[in-house]
């Protein structure tokens, strides 16, 4: 997938972007958003909410690192959003439970920043994704695997 969208799109791609995905049913789901800052990743994340029936405004968790919704429409169960940004070391996911995090069945889990966790990333089956400008447009590319996704 390759998409350039203008804002007026963006519930489109949210729901390409979950049509995309599998829900597991022993352990969560897992995508990573790369892009600069102001690519709109945070701006994708609360349209993908949107289509999950999260009914919370969704905000960026740049400064708590991690924010947990219940979806209502979806076979998804939780959405967690996780910017880690701000992370200096990957133990620090530890604190959040995220490896009890991981083995949630229909949990689906969006990393924002996940340059920032090469290690922790590497060893689960996540989905990437790329997003960046083009002039007016935004784009998305992916999902890729996490190893070609640099």
């Known amino acids: 997938m390759k998409r350039s969208y203008p804002t007026e799109e963006l519930s489109s ?3 390409e972007v979950l049509s995309l995905l599998e829900v597991s049913e022993d352990r969560a789901t897992v995508v990573a ?3 600069e800052l ?19 405004m969704v905000t960026s968790p ?3 690192i991690a924010k947990w919704y219940r979806t209502t429409t979806s076979n998804f169960y939780t959405l967690v959003h996780i910017d880690a940004y ?12 995220f490896d009890k995090l991981l083995r949630e069945p229909k949990a689906l889990v969006i990393i924002e920043w996940p340059e920032k966790l090469p290690n922790t990333l590497s060893t689960l089956n996540a989905q990437t994704f790329t997003l960046h400008h083009e002039g007016e ?10 190893e070609s996704a640099k």
Request: aromatic fraction near 8%; charge should be negative; avoid cysteine.
């Open 13 to 15: 791609v949210a729901k």
């Open 33 to 35: 958003f790369y892009g």
């Open 137 to 146: 447009l935004r784009v998305i590319e992916g999902p890729l695997p996490y």
């Open 38 to 56: 102001g690519a709109g990743k945070t701006t994708l994340v609360q349209a993908i909410a949107t289509e999950l029936g999260v009914q919370e």
């Open 86 to 97: 701000r992370i200096e070391k990957e133990e620090e996911l530890s604190t959040l439970g």
């Open 62 to 64: 740049t400064f708590v």
